[in-house]
């Protein structure tokens, strides 16, 4: 029993502290609200795609439409957390074999729509950077409230920094205890040479206490965390001084591709 009353404690956790930072996201910009957002981290295994998907959850809990979008094609991950399977994916779309419509999944959850991708893609670096991949998020994005795209880790492919020029934002997800601190400040050096809009940095695995959600601010621009999930703030102000991140949010604008 108490084990069961553990891992419900958790779930609830986790479920309260991805509203915290869905908050945030919607927070970071207040001219221009944020609809797509893709999820990074410096390396396998951080939580970037666990945080992508329960983000995704909150968000359409929430009673908006959200898709969830499968782009690390070399180690897919949402299709077994989403515990849903694609006939038709990614590839498929753009070479126009289907139609989006009938690639997008349906899944348990209202308002929740997935993306998935086919395995062993070709070039998936080439495929992100075409002209066919940044028409496919101008149409996700026309038809639902928020796009989350999982991306695959910064610290081995170009395909962050690529998803980044095409989204509103990112958010770079930091493992506690796990990332050292150079591999994170070389992810961040990397996104910022692709000129992306770094919302906040999300620590993952971490133990949170009963009131410790809260957002991190430098120079007046708001930095999210949820720190239920995610590390407290001076954890996020040593990744982004020590890489001279500029602080993003309030009312920049963001440039796409």
């Known amino acids: 029993m ?9 779930k609830l956790a986790v479920q309260n502290a991805m509203k915290t930072l869905l908050a945030n996201v919607r927070f970071a910009s207040v001219d221009r609200p944020i609809q797509s957002l893709a999820i990074t981290s410096s390396k396998p295994k951080e939580g970037k ?21 499968e782009c690390d ?9 989403l515990r849903v399977h694609a006939q038709h994916g990614l590839y498929s779309v753009l070479s126009e074999q289907v139609a989006l419509e009938d690639a997008l999944v349906k899944t348990d959850q209202a308002n929740l729509f ?15 950077a075409s002209r066919r991949f940044a ?34 934002g990112v958010l770079f997800v930091v493992r506690e205890n796990f990332t050292k601190r150079s591999e994170a400040i070389a992810a961040v050096e990397q996104l910022r040479k692709g000129d992306v809009n770094i ?15 809260y957002s991190y601010y430098s120079k007046g621009a708001a930095h999210p965390v949820d720190s239920s999930l ?21 009312g920049s604008r963001f440039a796409k591709r």
């Open 199 to 213: 919302i906040g940095t999300v620590m993952s695995f971490c133990d949170g206490t009963s009131n410790d959600y």
């Open 49 to 69: 795609s666990t945080t992508a998907y329960n983000l995704a959850c909150a968000i359409a809990s929430s009673g908006a439409s959200v898709v969830l979008v």
């Open 135 to 168: 028409d496919l998020m101008a149409r996700l994005e026309s038809q639902f409230r928020y796009v989350i795209v999982d991306t695959p880790p910064v610290g081995a492919f170009v395909d962050a920094a690529e998803v980044g020029q095409l989204v509103d």
């Open 114 to 128: 997935f993306l998935d991708c086919e395995p062993q893609i070709p070039n998936p670096a080439d495929i992100i």
């Open 230 to 250: 995610f590390a407290d703030s001076e954890a996020v102000a040593r990744v982004e001084q020590a890489s001279g991140a500029r602080p993003q949010g309030g």
């Open 73 to 81: 094609m070399r180690r897919r991950t949402l299709a077994s957390l």
């Open 2 to 10: 108490a084990a069961k009353k553990r891992r419900g404690d958790s």
